[in-house]
Every structure is written in structure tokens, then in C-alpha cells.
């Protein structure tokens, strides 16, 4: 028997024309990573297997950059991981979007970056919002891999990608994604404006990727409406 009422379906081909934006900043960057790393000397395999294996976009610019400049591996390492500490409050937001099952939320895990949970969290309704996640995540995924890859094969051709802005192409994307929930919640609203305050105030102390993370310490006042309420 059906009901009268259904969970009303999101086209995908919607979600796609949504999510392009987002796939063309991370081929962008993916190229820029990849012509960074090689140029700087590293081989082609390195960036490529790093961005299948650990892909964490401003954690592997960082870990790169300490290999350039004569650190370990292990100090690459260590670089990476504390930038990609913030991961894991994301993967608490959304722990319920990722969907059942051991290998689904262990997929869903390595998917998890600032820019898939900005789409997620932007939708309104939790089937439009595990769907966002998944085809967000997906073509993020593979058009990263992509542009690192040609990127690493470009190698040095491409000269200094900073000159290019490609580092602008993220931020743009991201601010693009919360505007709407920043508009329609004040109390979100604060906390935003509380975490980029911090982040603008710390960033010429620390190193880059630092002030994302420090910045999530504007969740603590959201924390404390909800106590409050």
C-alpha cells in the first residue's frame, strides 16, 4: 500500500549542476598541487598516491611543503594529521548522512572535507542531504585525483601557480555554499563570524591550514545557546 505523503526526490542532475562549481575549484587546486609538488622536486607517484590515499586538500599542500623544505617524513606526517584534526568534527555533523553500515561510513569517512560537508549541511531536507554528501563527495573525489595527476604530469610547465590565483578558487566555492544557511540562522550566523574572527587574528602567527582548525572554537558559543535553551 502506498502512503499519501512521499520524501519528495531531488534530481540528480540538480545536485550535479550544484556540485560542478565545487569540482572545478578542486580540479583547479588538484592541478596546482600537482605541479607544485613535482616542480619542487618530488616525484610523480608521490602527489598522485597521496591524493588517492589521504586526500585532505590543505593537510597535503602543508605535508608537501614540509618535504620541500628538508623535513622528514614524519614531520610531514604529523603536519598533515594536526591540520586534518578538523575532519573529525565534520564527521560528527553529519555522522547520520553517511548512511548504514560498517563499509558505507568507512567510505563515507575518507570523503568527508570541508567542501562535501558545506554541501551537505547547505540542504534542507536529510534525503536531499545524504545525496548532496555522496554526489558532492564522489565527483570531489575523482576530479581531485584528476587534476593532481595532471598536474604532477605537467610538472613544472606551468611556472608558479600562485601567480594564477588558483588558491582563491576554494574559498570562493565554500563561502558560496554557507551564505544561504548563514542567512537563514542567526545563532550559526554568530558562530561564523566568531570563528573567522579568530582565524584572522591568528593567521599571521601560525602556519597555514592552523586557523581553520583554531577556528572551529566558534562552535563554542553555539554550544552554549544550546545549553542555555
Known sequence: MRT?????RVPRTQLIRDASLVWLASGIVGVSF????????????????MSLVVYAG????S?????????????????????????????????????PGRLTRLLGAHLVTDETVAFALAQTD???RRRAFWVSG????????????????????????ATYGLDAAFPAVLVAL???T????????????????????????????????????GLFLHGRKEASA
Do not use: K, M
Open 34 to 49: 600537482g605541479a607544485i609538488a613535482v616542480a619542487g622536486g618530488l616525484p610523480v607517484w608521490v602527489p598522485v598516491v
Open 182 to 217: 548563514l542567512r537563514a540562522d542567526v545563532r550559526i550566523r554568530r558562530c561564523a563570524l566568531l570563528g573567522a574572527a579568530i582565524a584572522l587574528a591568528v593567521t599571521p602567527a601560525v602556519p597555514a591550514g592552523v586557523p581553520v582548525l583554531l577556528a572551529l572554537a
Open 63 to 99: 605535508a608537501v611543503g614540509v618535504l620541500l623544505a628538508g623535513g622528514g617524513p614524519i614531520a610531514a606526517a604529523a603536519t598533515g594529521l594536526l591540520l586534518n584534526t578538523r575532519t573529525a568534527a565534520f564527521s560528527l555533523a553529519i555522522a547520520d548522512t553517511l548512511g
Open 4 to 8: 499519501a505523503e512521499r520524501t519528495p
Open 126 to 128: 536529510p534525503v536531499r
Open 58 to 61: 590543505s593537510a597535503q599542500f
Open 138 to 161: 564522489i565527483g570531489l573525489f575523482a576530479v581531485w585525483n584528476v587534476g593532481v595527476l595532471a598536474g604532477a604530469l605537467a610538472g613544472g610547465a606551468l611556472g608558479d601557480t
Open 178 to 180: 554557507v551564505l544561504p
